[in-house]
């Protein structure tokens, strides 16, 4: 070990930060959805009140930073630093929502993989004691990224059944130092990913092309910790869909390792197949809207003692992808432990 690293690519944290307080916002469908009376907040339409999707995505992280915050009983302006992600070009739905808030702000992309990057960048700043409060916050919508990443919605393309459906939606955690004793939650562990390509071009079969990084992130993270899947209550990647997570299980068993039991993935828990999402939800609001959602309330009164949540991206953009190019993938983990006794 050297420092705070373990192994080959996992940082421990000797005085885990403490997960402080978080919310999700969705909209219509995901309120319709297995998950939906677990949002903090759903919208009926996916304007959300606004004039543009591009401007109702702002206003999806704007609500879940707010509404995390207020769990604090603390203004946003109270916040030493803002952690945030989405899928549009230069990030914009997450700067203009941090615009007006004098809140340091750093703009983080991982596609998918995004909530558990600027989570893990924001545990690393609370425990460093560079920052005491960070907000880590991503988020999604589907309309927006059609616009950018398909075809308009007017043209009424057909969606392969390898495709996801990019989730409207957002999640906001509150992170503290590990001496805050009212903090339900702690990050104990970090994996940041490397790029994993194995030559999917298939923009439509992302679960395919994120799938060879998600096994590399966590086979990493079990041989750095010297834990099995067995070791947690669950394994949660977000968002592989159905085709990335037979996959997944299937690279683990060539190894002798038995995932299925233990792993679940976000797009598969966010919507119901009779919702006519194909192969499960996906987008960066899926992954942080399911951990605010349905995984922190679980680890925070005692039904989760320990998990995994690996989240993947599929790094392409519209150009890239009509270029002909491949489609990067990454993954970054992190170990989530009950802060609750007994």
């Keep these: 070990?050297?420092?705070?690293?373990?192994?080959?690519?996992?940082?421990k944290f000797d005085r885990p930060p403490r997960v402080r307080a978080w919310a999700a916002v969705g909209g219509k469908k995901e309120k319709e959805g297995p998950l939906g009376q677990e949002f903090d907040h759903v919208f009926p339409d996916t304007m959300c009140g606004e004039s543009t999707w591009e401007k109702a995505e702002m206003h999806l992280q704007k609500v879940a930073v707010g509404m995390a915050a207020n769990k604090c009983k603390l203004p946003v302006?109270?916040?030493?630093?803002?952690?945030?992600g989405?899928?549009?070009?230069?990030?914009?739905a997450s700067s203009y929502a941090a615009r007006g808030t004098q809140v340091p702000y750093l703009g983080v992309y991982g596609a998918c993989s995004t909530m558990a990057e600027s989570l893990g960048i924001a545990a690393?700043?609370?425990?460093?004691?560079?920052?005491?409060?960070?907000?880590?916050?991503?988020?999604?919508?589907?309309?927006?990224?059609?616009r950018q990443y398909r075809f308009p919605l007017a043209y009424g393309g057909q969606r392969t059944p390898t495709a996801q459906w990019t989730a409207t939606a957002a999640g906001a955690c509150i992170l503290t130092p590990a001496a805050d004793d009212c903090a339900p939650v702690r990050i104990t562990h970090v994996c940041f990913g490397k790029i994993c390509d194995l030559g999917i071009t298939d923009a439509n079969n992302m679960g395919a092309a994120m799938a060879p990084a998600a096994y590399d992130?966590?086979?990493?993270?079990?041989?750095?910790?010297?834990?099995?899947?067995?070791?947690?209550?669950?394994?949660?990647?977000?968002?592989?869909?159905?085709?990335?997570?037979?996959?997944?299980?299937?690279?683990?068993?060539?190894?002798?390792?038995?995932?299925?039991?233990?792993?679940?993935d976000c797009g598969k828990l966010l919507f119901d197949k009779k919702?006519?999402?194909?192969?499960?939800?996906?987008?960066?609001?899926?992954?942080?809207?399911?951990?605010?959602?349905?995984?922190?309330?679980?680890?925070?009164?005692?039904?989760?003692k320990r998990i995994i949540l690996a989240a993947t991206g599929a790094l392409m953009s519209p150009t890239s992808v009509q270029q002909g190019e491949s489609i990067p993938g990454v993954c970054h983990a992190l170990v989530l432990e009950s802060g609750k006794k007994g």
């Design 124 to 146: 690393c700043m609370v425990d460093g004691g560079f920052a005491q409060r960070v907000c880590a916050v991503a988020s999604s919508h589907f309309c927006t990224a059609e």
């Design 77 to 84: 302006s109270a916040m030493d630093m803002v952690i945030a």
């Design 275 to 304: 919702q006519d999402v194909h192969a499960g939800g996906s987008g960066c609001g899926c992954a942080a809207s399911v951990l605010c959602a349905h995984l922190l309330p679980r680890l925070a009164n005692g039904t989760y």
């Design 217 to 264: 992130t966590l086979r990493t993270l079990l041989s750095d910790t010297g834990t099995h899947p067995e070791d947690y209550d669950g394994i949660f990647t977000g968002d592989l869909g159905e085709v990335g997570s037979r996959l997944l299980c299937e690279l683990f068993e060539q190894h002798g390792i038995q995932m299925a039991e233990k792993h679940e």
């Design 86 to 92: 989405d899928l549009l070009g230069q990030c914009v």
């Design 1 to 11: 070990m050297i420092g705070k690293r373990m192994g080959v690519g996992t940082i």
